[in-house]
C-alpha cells in the first residue's frame, strides 16, 4: 500500500499537493531486519523499473515518535468534506478498499 496508494515515492519533498522536508518520502525502520527488508524491496522496485524514475523513499531509524496533535487525530473522518480530504485522502482510502478488500479487518 506504500508504495502502490499512499504517496508517489519518486517525488522528494512532495506528496500530491503538499511540499517540504515534512512530506518527503520515508520508512521508519525500529531493526536491522526491517532496514534489510524495506532496503531489499526498493532495490527490487528499482530493478523491476516499477516507477518511471528512481525510489527516492528514504529509510531511517525511528529514534522517536510524536503524537499528532488533537486536532489531527481522526480528522478525515470529523471533516469528511473539506476539500484537502474529498480530492487526496478520500481517493487513497476508496482505492485501498478496493485493492486490499481481503486484507482489511471487519468490525
Known amino acids: ?15 500530491g499537493p503538499d511540499v517540504g522536508k ?6 521508519f525502520y525500529l531493526d536491522d531486519e526491517q532496514r ?3 532496503d531489499a524491496y526498493i532495490k527490487q522496485l528499482d530493478t523491476a523499473k516499477v516507477f518511471d524514475a528512481p ?3 528514504e529509510v531511517t531509524k525511528l529514534d522517536r515518535f510524536y503524537p499528532g496533535e488533537d486536532y489531527h487525530q481522526d480528522y478525515a473522518e470529523r471533516n469528511p468534506s473539506q476539500p484537502y480530504i474529498v ?3 478520500a ?4 482505492k485501498v478498499r478496493k485493492y486490499f478488500a481481503d486484507r482489511m479487518k471487519v468490525g
Open 1 to 15: 500500500m506504500f508504495f502502490s496508494i499512499a504517496h508517489d515515492p519518486t517525488t522528494r519533498d512532495r506528496q
Open 22 to 27: 515534512q512530506y518527503r518520502s520515508v520508512i
Open 36 to 38: 534489510r527488508t524495506a
Open 55 to 57: 525510489i527516492v523513499t
Open 87 to 89: 480530492y487526496n485522502a
Open 91 to 94: 481517493p487513497k482510502v476508496q
